[in-house]
């Protein structure tokens, strides 16, 4: 079951906002007067309103923290790594509803970012763009190719790959230059991939993808990422949490996306 965060805090805040502002104007003059005990109910609206409608203004129009549920964005991302999502930078969009209000800027090639999975958008999903609008996708041989351009990838060393039962396999580590964006992937040699040539990218579309290329569920299985989807750009790791031994990795903490 996914729960709807954001709309649970919406609910909150309007409700202890609502019930401060009944007691602004009808209940704390009479108070006042009689000397009554503020009742708990109230008490706890004006606590907690403050904290809730800073929360929700931050986490709607500035930074957003997610966690990292699977591995198909390694070697970038780590399964437990939390991070901050950046909502400002695709510009500012209405709680809630979703609607963009204010354009800042749109998403580019080799960007990670943050999106309502298009199948079932109460899921959030995460992968790096590499297809914007217009652009003529091909993937042959595990090589992408963009508008005609093949994308140089450069072998790094053989490495291994796990899953969250323990169970490893072996994957090469390369080096994909993105036209322009350098980042490392993984491969599974022993993995038959589905090829597809030309498929173009409709307006107002992304075409996404995970650096684990053979262990994601990506837009060449279940299509474009439409813009009115995206929730936000990912910039940072704040915490990771390694799972398998209860343990901090310190060194992925602070550490930029891209």
């Known amino acids: 079951m996914n729960f709807n965060f954001e709309l649970i805090l919406f609910y909150a805040t309007l409700v202890c906002g609502v019930i401060v502002l009944l007691d602004v104007i009808f209940w704390a003059k009479n108070r006042s007067i009689t000397h009554k005990k503020m009742p708990m109910i109230i008490d706890y609206a004006r606590s907690f309103f403050p904290v809730l409608l800073i929360v929700f203004l931050i986490r709607s129009f500035l930074y957003e923290p997610f966690r990292i549920p699977t591995g198909s964005l ?44 298009p199948p079932n958008p109460s899921v959030d999903f995460i992968k790096r763009v590499v297809g914007v609008p217009g652009d003529h996708i091909s993937y042959i041989d595990k090589v992408l190719y963009i508008n005609g351009e093949k994308i140089p ?106």
């Open 153 to 258: 990838q450069s072998f790094i060393k053989n490495t291994t790959d796990e899953d969250e039962t323990g169970h490893s396999w072996t994957v090469e580590l390369k080096l994909e230059n993105l036209l322009g964006i350098e980042h490392e992937i993984y491969q599974t040699p022993s993995r038959i991939d589905t090829d597809f040539r030309d498929l173009v990218v409709p307006k107002g579309m992304y075409f996404a993808m995970g650096d684990n290329r053979d262990d994601s569920a990506d837009s060449r299985f279940w299509g474009f990422v439409p813009e009115e989807n995206i929730v936000g750009k990912a910039s940072m790791v704040w915490m990771s949490w390694n799972s398998d031994d209860h343990s901090i990795r310190w060194d992925r903490i602070g550490r930029k996306i891209h």
């Open 74 to 117: 390694k070697p970038t991302l780590n399964v437990g790594d939390f991070i901050v999502v950046n909502k400002f930078d695709y510009g500012v969009r209405l709680p809630v509803l979703h609607k963009k209000i204010f354009k800042v800027s749109e998403p580019k090639r080799g960007d990670i970012f943050v999106f309502r999975w």
